[in-house]
């Protein structure tokens, strides 16, 4: 883990500046008739322009050196964080935002961008973003403000249910060889440019809370040049909708924990005992994600209580009517119906459809070298070193959900890999800074984290917002998944 380089002090050179010296050397090579007079004067103007341009550049370089960073170290002990402030250490203005007035409208154009809009959310075809590293960054990251987030649950506001350092809030993810690309306003993420992606469009995430989790930050990131007046969220039975009035554009989350039909499907009853679910049904859900421009799914969490998963029986009458089937069966089961009804019902040249991987739990504190640990309780740094560590995924669901998603007949289903950059996080979670049935921890709670410790779900602003810009940059590069390969799909069932 290393030190973020600073930012490279002179950018492009204005636009309005190379215009001018493009119209005069026009007419200059053309052999016009303009007068040498007004070529000179045209000449000196641009000139001028650049000299201030770069005076004000290097101007703002200069005070930007003395922005108090208040650490930023290369490994993880002996780290002090109680000089921090809540909301990060200094009272520079918030990292990632981008400036907006009340009446400023959003940017119009065809789609896809062109030239360097898109080359700024491309990366090479060697990049795998899955592989890095997590490096300290407190000028970029967090990449918006908890408190500014008007939708923000409280499940997730670790900072208001009493969390007092804030470093996991400020890591970035360097993949190796390569980097997560910026805009070309040298931001971590274009939230203008994801707007313009989804003008008149339907996005909406399918899954269980770990896609509600991520839902809530991309709506957060969103937020950011949203004026407050233009935005609104809205609850329609298992929907929660956030629309952008000016894009015309609606975020969703549909909540779906198993993806077909289950018994646990109330979005707000569903603490059930004995999970049961019908593998092959699928439409009483899909029929809300019709005619969606863009699917994110996920399935996982709730797989993982039992090696057995209890399936209805073909021509059941009841929900006691089920035989239990082993879970890497019944998933794969599952997967197949999802694939079946997407080459079915979507259009593969309008929509757009991902499979996020597993996110990880960190439940044992054993299993990253701290026997005298709690659950993730107290944990404030991420694992620095992953090599001998094993925090319980099951890697035979990883392996299904990529070879499953990577053959469907029609229908093109991006598998993203967040696992491996999550396994890392047991500083991320909620902890005991969260609710349990809907009402905040008390202190007594608090005090007993081997009891009531969240160590599922994540902080806002946190690590989902890393799957964001993997997925953000997957959406408008509009890559394919990276090859099948005979390790990635190695299975050997275990528990």
């Not at 249910?161 to 190796?176: A, I, L, S």
């Not at 957060?220 to 609850?235: A, D, F, H, I, N």
Request: charged share 25%; glycine share 6%.
């Amino acid at each position: 883990m290393h030190t973020p380089r600073r930012k490279s002090p002179l950018g492009p050179p204005p636009e309005s500046s190379v215009a001018v010296a493009k119209l005069a050397a026009s007419y200059i090579r053309k052999g016009g008739n303009l007068p040498i007079f007004v070529v000179v004067v045209t000449i000196s103007v641009f000139a001028l322009v650049m000299y201030s341009e770069d005076l004000k550049t290097i101007a703002g370089y200069s005070l930007s050196r003395y922005k108090t960073q208040d650490y930023a170290p290369d490994a993880f002990s002996g780290v002090d964080l109680r000089h921090q402030t809540q909301h990060g250490g200094s009272n520079r203005s918030t990292p990632g935002q981008q400036p907006q007035t009340k009446n400023e409208k959003p940017r119009k154009g065809p789609w896809p961008p062109a030239g360097a809009e898109m080359a700024a959310v491309s990366v090479p075809d060697t990049c795998d973003l899955s592989r890095g590293e997590w490096v300290f960054d407190d000028v970029d990251y967090p990449l918006y403000r908890e408190d500014q987030c008007q939708f923000l649950s409280q499940q997730v506001s670790c900072l208001r249910n009493g969390r007092r350092e804030v470093m996991y809030q400020n890591w970035r993810w360097q993949p190796k060889g390569c980097s997560l690309p910026k805009s070309v306003h040298q931001t971590p993420f274009d939230a203008r440019l994801l707007l313009e992606r989804l003008r008149g469009k339907r996005m909406m995430f399918v899954g269980d809370s770990m896609n509600r989790n991520q839902w809530e930050s991309l709506v957060c990131l969103l937020q950011t040049v949203t004026p407050p007046e233009k935005r609104s969220r809205r609850v329609e039975g298992s929907r929660i909708i956030f629309t952008v009035e000016d894009y015309d554009a609606s975020i969703e989350f549909y909540w779906a924990p198993f993806l077909v039909e289950s018994n646990s499907d109330d979005p707000n009853i569903h603490s059930i005992d004995v999970r049961i679910i019908k593998a092959e049904s699928i439409e009483k859900h899909a029929v809300q994600w019709k005619g969606a421009d863009v699917l994110v799914f996920n399935t996982y969490i709730w797989w993982m209580n039992t090696r057995e998963i209890k399936v209805l029986r073909p021509g059941a009458k009841n929900w006691t009517q089920h035989i239990d089937v082993e879970r890497w069966d019944a998933y794969e089961r599952v997967l197949r119906t999802l694939s079946t009804w997407l080459d079915r019902n979507m259009d593969p040249n309008r929509s757009s459809v991902f499979f996020m991987s597993m996110s990880p739990l960190h439940i044992k504190s054993s299993d990253w070298g701290n026997p005298n640990g709690i659950k993730c309780a107290k944990e404030t740094l991420p694992i620095k070193n992953m090599t001998g560590v094993y925090v319980g995924t099951d890697m035979n669901l990883f392996a299904l959900a990529k070879k499953v998603t990577g053959s469907t007949a029609r229908v093109p289903i991006t598998f993203i890999d967040i696992t491996a950059m999550s396994e890392s996080r047991k500083d991320a979670h909620t902890s005991v800074y969260t609710v349990r049935q809907g009402a905040l921890l008390t202190p007594e709670q608090q005090a007993k984290p081997a009891e009531f410790a969240d160590c599922i779900h994540w902080c806002l602003p946190g690590l989902p917002d890393t799957w964001n810009q993997v997925l953000f940059i997957r959406l408008l590069s509009a890559r394919p998944p990276a090859p099948l390969t005979a390790e990635s799909l190695s299975f050997s069932p275990s528990i």
